[in-house]
C-alpha cells in the first residue's frame, strides 16, 4: 500500500486529517491525495448491491436481488448465509466497492416498522447468529461488511430525531445482542451508528455506546460510521467516538474539525484517533486478496433460488401442497404478474432478472391467471367475478396475497397489520367456490392472517422471495423441494397482542420501550396470548419425532465455566427427505427480575432421509441463563430450576429437563438509598451496623413494622425521632461495605 498509517498520521497537517474523519460526497471516504491515501468506495445494501448510477435513490446498477433478511432469516441456515455473503462480495468487487452497507440487524420490535423486511427477527440470538455468517461470508471475500443501524433503531417514525428511552438490561438482553455476536465474531470492517437519540443523547454522539460498550467492552477496532445524514455535530460526535461521517461535501464538517482543533477546543490525539481508523480501513481494503472472477449472473440467480427454498415458511397444508401433477390451477392475485420481491429505500436493488408466477408455475402445470384485485387497493368487480369463474373451472386456487410496495419502505411505518381490504374481501368470494385454496403470502412482515387462514386449504409465508422468489415458490407448490423455513417473528393474532404496540411508535419526539425484554414471543409467552403462528414455526412435506433429550452439565457459574451440552434426536418419521430446525430454549427459573418464561438459546437445521435419525448435539454457556443485572452492571446467573427444552418451535417443545443451578447470592451493592430490606439481606453489612447500636439499645423491628418500613432507605429512616443509630453510622458501614 502506498501510505504507512503512521507516516500519514504524524506528516498529515490537522486539515487532512481533518479530511479523513469526513466522507468525500455520498459514496467514498476522502483520501489524502498528497500523502498517497486512496478513497475507500461504500454501497449500499444488504440483500444485493445497490450502485447508484444518478442522484440519490436513483437508478442503480444491475445486482442480484437475494431474499431481503426477513427472508433470509427464516432459513435458519447459517451455511445459507455465508454463501449470500460470499455472492454480495463478488459482486461489490466486479463494481469496484470496498464496503458493503449491510446487514441491519435491529430487533423486530412491533411487525409495523416499516423497514423490518430489512431485518432478521425478533430474537437476538438468531439476529446474531445469521447476521455473523453473512459477514463472515462477505468478508471472506476482502470486502468488508458494514453492520447497521447501532443501536436500537427499530422504528421508521421520526428516525432522525426520536429519544429511544429504553432500560439497560432491556438494551444488554435484547437491542445490543445481534451488535455483539457479529461484532465479536466477525470483526465488521465497519459499524453503522443509527439515527435515533438513546436515552437522551443522540447515538452519533453517545460516547458510552460508541465507546464504552462497542470497543471497552466488545473490543470492536474497526471504523464506526454515521447513518447518512445523522450527524448533527461533527466535534461532539468526534469525542464520542464516531469516526466517519457520512455523506459529507468537503469544506464543512472536516472544516469545524480543523478550526476547533486550531482553537484548541478539540485535542489533535482525538482526531489522529479516528483517522487511524479509517486510514486501517483504507490499508485492509488495499490489502484485501479479493476474487476479480467475473460474476456469474446465473449461479446468483441460482443462489437467490435455492435462498428462497429456504426462506418460505409453510403455515398450514390439508394435503392440498404439493399440486397434483394434473390439476387445474387458477392463479389468482396481481402479485402472480406483478411479483414483490424486496422492500423500498436504500436497500432497493435493480435486480438483474425478476421471476414471475405465472410464468414458473405455468412452466409446472396447467395455470390460468386472473389478477382478482388491483395493487392500488381499488375495488374492481369485474376482476373479482373473472377470479371466481377461474376458480370455478378449476381444481386448486394459488391465492397471491401480501402488502403493496407503499407498505414497505425505509422512512414509514405501518398502522395496522391487516392485508388490504380488496384482498379478503377477495378471498370470502373465492372460498364460497368450494375449490381449494393455497394462499401465498408476500410481505416484509407479519401481517394478521387470524380472520382467513381457514379459509384456506394451505397457506405460504413467502415473504419478500428476491429476484428468483417466484422460481422458487413454483418449486415448492409441486414439490420438487420441500419448504423449509421457520418463523423468525412470530404471526400474533392481532397486533394489540404485543406488549409494544401501545407504545408503538410512541409520542412526538420520544418512544418508550416499556415492555422491557417482553419483545415479540418472549412478551407474548409471558402474556399467555394465543398466536397465529408462533416463532420457530414452520411446516415441510415430512414429519419428524423428538426424542433422547440429553442434558451434560460441566463447570458451574460461579467458575465462570458452566458448560450445558444439549443432546437431541430428531428422526425423518415420513416418506421424504425433509429438514428440522431444532432449537432448544431455557425456560427460566423465578429471578429478582421479571423473565419471559423462555428464550432461544440454540438451533441446528439438519436435513434427514425418510427414516433417517440424527443426534444433534448444541452447546449452552452461562450466558444461557443469564440475565443483566443494572444493581451489578453485568451479567448475572442467579439459582433457580431453569428448564432446557427441545423441539420444532416456541410453543411446541416435546423434550424438557429440569436444570437446578446453584449459585452462591449476589450481595446487592449497597449504597445511600439501600431499603432497611437490602440492608438485613446483607448478613455482614447489617452486623457492622447493630455493632454501632448504643449499650443496651436495639434496631429489631417486628414484621408488623418491618412489613411497613422494609421499603424505605435505611439512611433517612434512621433520621426519624428516637432512632438508636444515626445517619453516620450508616455512612460509616457503607464506606466499609458499599457497592
Ligand atoms: C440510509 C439508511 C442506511 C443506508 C444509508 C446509505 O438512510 O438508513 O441503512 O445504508 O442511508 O444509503
Not at 462497542?214 to 464520542?240: F, K, Q
Request: aromatic share 6%; net charge negative; with cysteine.
Amino acid at each position: 500500500m502506498g501510505f504507512d498509517v503512521d507516516d500519514v498520521i504524524t506528516q498529515g497537517t490537522t486539515d487532512e486529517l481533518a479530511r479523513l474523519v469526513v466522507g468525500d460526497g455520498t459514496w467514498h471516504t476522502s483520501g489524502v491525495p498528497r500523502l498517497k491515501v486512496p478513497r475507500v468506495r461504500m454501497a449500499d445494501g444488504p440483500h444485493g448491491l445497490r450502485v447508484e448510477l444518478g442522484g440519490s435513490l436513483g437508478e442503480s446498477a444491475p445486482a442480484t436481488c437475494f431474499p431481503p433478511a426477513v427472508g433470509l432469516a427464516s432459513s435458519w441456515n447459517p451455511a445459507l448465509l455465508r454463501r449470500v455473503g460470499e455472492a454480495l462480495g463478488r459482486e461489490a468487487t466486479a463494481a469496484g466497492v470496498d464496503v458493503v452497507l449491510g446487514p441491519g440487524v435491529n430487533i423486530k420490535r412491533s411487525p409495523l416498522c416499516g423497514r423490518n423486511f430489512e431485518y432478521f427477527s425478533e430474537d437476538p440470538l438468531l439476529a446474531g447468529a445469521l447476521a455473523s455468517a453473512l459477514v463472515y461470508g462477505l468478508q471472506s471475500t476482502g470486502v468488508g461488511a458494514c453492520v447497521k443501524h447501532f443501536a436500537a433503531n427499530n422504528q421508521e417514525t421520526d428516525r432522525m430525531r426520536v429519544d429511544v428511552q429504553v432500560s439497560e438490561r432491556a438494551l444488554r438482553e435484547i437491542y445490543l445482542p445481534a451488535f455483539e455476536k457479529v461484532v465479536t465474531a466477525t470483526q465488521p470492517w465497519m459499524v453503522m451508528c443509527s439515527y435515533n437519540r438513546l436515552n437522551g443523547p443522540l447515538v452519533s454522539e453517545d460516547p458510552w455506546l460508541l465507546t464504552d460498550v462497542l470497543r471497552g467492552e466488545w473490543d470492536y477496532t474497526g471504523v464506526v460510521v454515521s447513518d447518512w445524514g445523522a450527524v448533527v455535530n461533527r466535534v461532539e460526535s468526534l469525542i464520542a467516538g464516531l469516526d466517519l461521517e457520512m455523506p459529507h461535501v468537503l469544506g464543512n464538517s472536516d472544516r469545524e474539525v480543523a478550526e476547533a482543533v486550531e482553537a484548541g477546543q478539540l485535542s489533535r490525539e482525538l482526531v489522529e484517533l479516528s483517522a487511524a481508523r479509517v486510514l486501517q480501513l483504507t490499508h485492509r481494503v488495499a490489502d484485501a486478496v479479493r476474487d476479480d472472477q467475473p460474476v456469474d449472473e446465473a449461479a446468483h440467480h441460482e443462489l437467490a433460488r435455492q435462498a428462497a427454498h429456504e426462506s418460505m415458511v409453510l403455515l398450514a397444508n390439508d394435503g392440498v401442497l404439493p399440486l397434483a401433477p394434473r390439476a387445474k390451477v387458477a392463479l389468482v392475485g396481481e402479485f402472480a404478474r406483478t411479483p414483490r420481491f424486496q422492500g423500498g429505500g436504500s436497500s432497493k436493488v435493480n435486480a438483474t432478472r425478476v421471476e414471475r408466477l405465472v410464468d414458473t408455475l405455468a412452466a409446472r402445470r396447467q395455470v390460468r391467471f386472473a389478477p382478482g384485485f388491483l395493487l392500488s387497493g381499488e375495488p374492481d368487480d369485474a376482476l373479482v367475478e373473472d377470479a371466481v369463474a377461474a376458480a370455478e373451472a378449476s381444481d386448486v386456487v394459488v391465492l397471491c396475497l401480501g402488502l403493496p410496495d407503499a407498505d414497505e419502505t425505509e422512512g414509514l411505518d405501518r398502522t395496522h397489520l391487516r392485508l388490504p381490504e380488496v384482498q379478503r374481501a377477495l378471498l370470502v368470494e373465492l372460498a364460497q367456490t368450494g375449490t381449494p385454496i393455497v394462499a401465498i403470502l408476500s410481505n416484509g412482515a407479519a401481517v394478521e392472517v387470524a380472520d382467513w387462514a381457514d379459509d384456506c386449504n394451505a397457506l405460504v409465508e413467502g415473504w419478500l422471495g428476491g429476484q428468483a422468489g417466484a422460481l422458487a415458490l413454483a418449486d415448492v407448490l409441486v414439490g420438487d423441494v420441500e419448504p423449509s423455513g421457520r418463523l423468525a417473528e412470530t404471526i400474533p393474532v392481532r397486533l394489540f397482542d404485543l406488549p409494544s404496540s401501545l407504545m408503538f411508535p410512541g409520542e412526538p419526539g420520544r418512544v418508550v420501550y416499556g415492555e422491557g425484554v417482553f419483545v415479540g414471543y418472549r412478551g407474548l409467552d409471558a402474556t399467555d396470548r394465543p398466536v397465529a403462528f408462533p416463532f420457530g414455526f414452520g411446516l415441510g412435506y415430512t414429519t419428524m419425532r423428538y426424542d433422547d433429550l440429553a442434558v451434560k452439565v460441566t463447570g458451574t457459574p460461579a467458575s465462570g465455566a458452566l458448560r450445558v451440552s444439549v443432546q437431541v434426536r430428531v428422526t425423518n418419521t415420513g416418506e421424504r427427505a425433509g429438514c428440522e430446525v431444532v432449537q432448544v430454549y431455557v425456560g427460566n427459573a423465578p429471578a429478582s427480575v421479571p423473565r419471559p418464561p423462555r428464550e432461544l438459546r440454540a438451533f441446528s437445521k439438519v436435513r434427514l432421509e425418510p427414516g433417517e435419525s440424527r443426534t444433534v448435539t448444541l452447546p449452552l454457556d452461562a450466558r444461557a441463563f443469564s440475565f443483566w443485572s443494572e444493581a451489578h452492571d453485568r451479567w448475572v446467573v442467579e439459582s433457580g430450576v431453569f428448564t432446557i427444552e427441545a423441539g420444532p418451535n416456541s410453543r411446541d417443545l416435546p423434550l424438557s429437563q429440569e436444570l437446578r443451578l446453584d449459585v452462591p447470592a449476589l450481595r446487592v451493592p449497597l449504597h445511600a438509598e439501600s431499603t432497611i430490606d437490602e440492608w438485613r439481606s446483607d448478613d455482614q453489612a447489617w452486623a457492622a451496623l447493630l455493632e454501632r447500636l448504643p449499650e443496651g439499645a436495639s434496631f429489631e423491628l417486628p414484621p408488623e413494622v418491618l412489613a411497613v418500613v422494609g421499603g424505605q432507605p435505611l439512611r433517612r429512616f434512621v433520621k426519624f425521632p428516637d432512632m438508636p443509630l444515626s445517619a453516620a453510622d450508616v455512612d460509616a458501614v457503607l464506606a466499609a461495605y458499599g457497592g
